[in-house]
């Protein structure tokens, strides 16, 4: 990137006396990242300059080459030939720059009855639009991935814990299946933050609007807005909908962090839950026996790094007043970064999860091991008219008879059972099978494998055709 500049050719330079020093010059310029929206913002400009000539502020022929000149730095920038100068501070004036140097007067035409306030705002919210799309389909990708293996895994039985212990059976398609409601909230979401993201604050200027007789509408319906910002303060000074999709972002990583936990803790020789494939993991430099599930323990990291840029991006918002400050340039890097591991980590799970081999026998086993029927014959016991508490006192004492003779509650005989209740009878054993305890659990959200049937193929439906 070149700084070689004459001071003269800065856009604002009119005013001042002296150059910037060039530290100063690296502090306040953007364009070592913000040239990330430069495809924005030619596209934003396109639609000015339409407008502009549209109420006769603009020449047929000075748009004709704003067109041209554009087409080219499009594809200057497309190829990697640009040349980006920090002397030139930001995308918006490096573009309209090479714009001039091409085109001339019209290249100067352009920025009439605009500001780069209102022109970087623009470019965000498209920037931003484009990227939630693309978050949609990746998330889109994870839940589909979540059904396709929730769909085989029905009838696999797995332990379902609280506190960590084992605590009732259930379908480890059940299981999964919570991670897609929560994806599917977490795309409700997105969809929800679009539109508030999807209005136009071309045309507020510097701050106070234009002196020009604009057309804001056929800007944002060029653009494919769904309206404009209505105050242009407001259009030009606030960054909530970015810290609303931070925050979206912020969620999406958090259950996407849930899920890795438990994707670390199946991985363990413990548990042995599931295998992840080989190419989401990596081995140890000195223990030959590893394999270290790095996608998800990174994954599980990363989510620190985008609560970061929720907390920096409320932080920049919280003690500027109205309208625009330069501090917003700083709201650029952690909405990139913001976006860019969220779609990473997307990618990766989709395509992990649906490499992921499920253990049925070692769900199984595990399931087996920690009393996790013992409400199932509580129950029982209620349907043959003992109240709940009684029957939960009754069952505790049958567990810890199992306990000492280490065994499990349906290794104990009729009569051992009997001794504990009366109308203990001979069915009392299909209550105690990990099956019996699933199936009777048949209602909507219940882990019965038809009703865990009937929920992979509403979240399936539920999924956005993008
Ligand atoms: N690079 C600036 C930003 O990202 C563009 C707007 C600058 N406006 C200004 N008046 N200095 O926010």
Redesign the pocket.
């Given at each position: 990137m070149s700084n070689a500049l004459n001071q003269k050719d800065k856009a604002w330079s009119g005013r001042f006396s002296e150059p910037v020093s060039e530290l100063v010059q690296r502090y306040t310029a953007?364009v070592t990242f913000?040239q990330r929206l430069a495809l924005f913002d030619i596209q934003g400009s396109l639609a000015h300059a339409g407008m502009l000539a549209s109420v006769g502020l603009l020449s047929a022929k000075d748009l004709a080459d704003i067109q041209k000149g554009m087409a080219q730095i499009q594809q200057e920038i497309e190829s990697g030939q640009f040349q980006w100068s920090i002397a030139l501070?930001?995308?918006?004036l490096n573009i309209e720059k090479r714009l001039t140097d091409l085109i001339g007067d019209a290249g100067k035409r352009l920025h009439t009855a605009r500001?780069?306030?209102d022109?970087?705002a623009t470019d965000i919210r498209l920037w931003l639009r484009a990227t939630i799309d693309e978050i949609r389909k990746a998330l889109a990708q994870v839940r589909l991935a979540l059904i396709n293996q929730a769909e085989q895994h029905t009838q696999t039985i797995m332990p379902g814990f609280t506190h960590l212990q084992v605590a009732q059976p259930i379908s480890f398609g059940h299981h999964l299946l919570a991670y897609a409601a929560m994806f599917a909230r977490d795309d409700e979401r997105l969809v929800d933050a679009r539109k508030r993201v999807n209005r136009l604050p071309l045309g507020a200027a510097?701050l106070a609007g234009s002196s020009f007789p604009i057309d804001r509408e056929m800007v944002a319906k060029t653009l494919g807005f769904e309206g404009v910002c209505e105050n242009s303060l407001d259009a030009v000074s606030d960054r909530d909908f970015a810290i609303e999709f931070t925050h979206t972002a912020s969620l999406i990583m958090m259950h996407i962090s849930r899920l890795s936990e438990e994707l670390i803790l199946w991985m363990t020789s413990r548990y042995g839950f599931v295998v992840l494939p080989d190419r989401f993991c990596t081995g140890s430099s000195i223990m030959p026996q590893k394999k270290n599930p790095d996608v998800p323990e990174l994954a599980r990291g990363k989510t620190g790094r985008v609560y970061g840029h929720l907390m920096g991006l409320l932080t920049l918002m919280k003690g500027q007043p109205l309208a625009?400050n330069?501090d917003?340039?700083e709201?650029?890097e952690p909405l990139f970064d913001t976006a860019d591991t969220v779609l990473d980590t997307l990618r990766a799970f989709a395509e992990m999860i649906e490499g992921m081999q499920p253990q049925p026998k070692a769900m199984r086993q595990a399931a087996l091991e920690g009393y996790a029927t013992a409400t199932d014959l509580a129950d029982y016991l209620v349907k043959k008219g003992l109240p709940f508490r009684d029957a939960h006192e009754a069952v505790a004492h049958a567990v810890r008879a199992a306990v000492e003779k280490k065994c499990g509650l349906e290794d104990l005989s009729l009569e051992d059972l009997k001794a504990f209740s009366p109308l203990v009878e001979a069915d009392v054993h299909q209550v105690l099978t990990l099956e019996g305890s699933l199936n009777a659990r048949n209602h909507l959200g219940g882990t019965a494998p038809e009703q865990v049937k009937a929920q992979a193929q509403k979240a399936r439906a539920a999924l956005p055709k993008l």
């Open positions: 953007s913000d501070e930001d995308v918006h500001s780069r306030n022109q970087v510097a625009y330069k917003n340039q709201d650029k």
